[in-house]
């Protein structure tokens, strides 16, 4: 039988004062991956987990791990935790939900005596939003992991120009770590991993659903520097037949990749198609026939089956476009990302978790990316709890009701208490 065990949502609602405090800049919060906001945040979470009396450590390259010891500590861990790290001018939730909702659990747990079968820890992962600081994705949690490739330290921040490497000595870290193979966090030593996280999205918040339980993280094909190749001839001069309109030739294939992505969510495939960027180059102009065109097409699933359906008929209609308006493509180079299933024995724990608690909540595809997805790279079970907010996220405008956090928090320590059994 479980004791009752009550989240310290107290601490996590003045933490989250504290890191804004710390961290706002005038509009937003901005906590650099690697830089001041993000040490700032690992500081005030690292001294409220040793006020508690958790083992508090930094691992070589910086990921906070707060431990709350279990009766086995050979056990496998129970991890819990998301980033601290931020956009510049984000939100106080984006990452620091995960990491207080995990600190919460424990400091619930250890206030009411409860000592775990196994270890229940939390990871303050570094450099979760490294994607808009550093061309290299999740570095803290592949670091811990040992899945960061020791080239990818010599990769440089865009604002700073100094490498990966460079930032993480100026924060006193190591990145030998990584050069030696090193593994903060393994299949062999962590039973599963938990990360709590704002929806960033507007699904929860339309149906009135408190939490969401993640089904997969989504993986993607894109195309980054897509171009098509016509002639500019003079508007008025140039008939329909002698035309080879760059513009008209890309708006005919966004149109009927954008129809056959209805087609295909119709038939029940779940995926998210979007042209970021679909324009004429400095050269277009007033009574110009655009001679060339420009894309980017990003393509998301949790089922690679249904990206590669979509990118498919992309291939085919290309073919097509080109023959009968006299353009040419040049796709380049498609880059892509392998999809993360989070594991199917948390989801339904979530789901007991949630339904005992009688917390309203769906199962849903996570949007974006997230440090959980490495974790499954990795081989470890994984998990993800979303939690309603309003206005998106990654704008300074971010938000989340503490009731909701609570909620999610009631579900996040009754589901590590079983765990931890
Ligand atoms: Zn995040």
Request: overall charge negative; some cysteine; aromatic content about 6%.
């Amino acid at each position: 039988m479980l004791p009752n065990l009550t989240p310290d949502t107290a601490l996590a609602e003045r933490l989250f004062d504290e890191l804004r405090a710390a961290t706002h800049d005038g509009v937003g919060i901005t906590r650099e991956a690697y830089g001041p906001g993000e040490a700032k945040a690992h500081a005030i979470v690292g001294a409220a987990a040793a006020q508690l009396g958790l083992e508090a450590r930094h691992d070589p390259i910086g990921n906070l791990v707060m431990t709350l010891p279990g009766s086995d500590r050979a056990a496998k861990r129970v991890l819990l935790g998301s980033h601290l790290d931020s956009v510049k001018t984000g939100g106080n939730y984006d990452g620091a939900a995960g990491v207080l909702a995990g600190l919460a659990a424990i400091a619930g747990m250890k206030r009411a005596g409860f000592v775990p079968a196994r270890d229940v820890a939390v990871v303050a992962v570094r450099a979760e939003e490294a994607g808009s600081w550093f061309p290299v994705s999740y570095p803290g949690s592949r670091g811990a992991l040992g899945l960061l490739k020791p080239e990818e330290l010599a990769l440089r921040r865009q604002d700073s120009g100094r490498t990966l490497a460079e930032h993480m000595r100026e924060e006193g870290f190591d990145p030998g770590f990584v050069e030696r193979g090193g593994r903060t966090f393994s299949a062999e030593d962590t039973a599963a991993f938990l990360e709590l996280h704002i929806e960033q999205g507007p699904v929860l918040d339309a149906e009135g659903i408190a939490v969401g339980i993640v089904t997969g993280i989504p993986g993607s094909r894109r195309l980054r520097k897509a171009r098509v190749i016509g002639e500019y001839n003079h508007s008025g001069a140039t008939p329909r037949k002698y035309r080879r309109d760059a513009a008209i030739a890309l708006a005919e294939l966004a149109h009927r990749v954008d129809e056959r992505w209805a087609r295909l969510e119709a038939m029940g495939h779940a995926l998210v198609c979007t042209f970021c960027v679909l324009e004429t180059t400095e050269e277009a102009g007033f009574t110009k026939i655009a001679g060339e065109a420009r894309f980017q097409l990003d393509v998301r699933s949790v089922n690679p089956r249904s990206v590669d359906a979509l990118m498919e008929t992309l291939y085919e209609i290309v073919p097509e476009i080109e023959a009968r308006r006299g353009v040419r493509f040049e796709l380049g180079a498609e880059t892509s990302s392998r999809a993360a299933p989070m594991d199917a024995a948390i989801q339904q724990g979530l789901t007991r978790a949630a339904a005992s608690l009688g917390v309203s909540h769906r199962a849903m595809a996570s949007g974006g990316g997230h440090d959980a997805a490495a974790f499954v790279q990795a081989g470890i079970p994984a998990g993800m709890l979303f939690v309603r907010n309003q206005n998106g996220s990654h704008n300074p405008n971010e938000a989340m009701r503490m009731e909701d956090f609570r909620s999610a928090c009631a579900v996040v320590t009754r589901w590590a208490a079983e765990m931890a059994q």
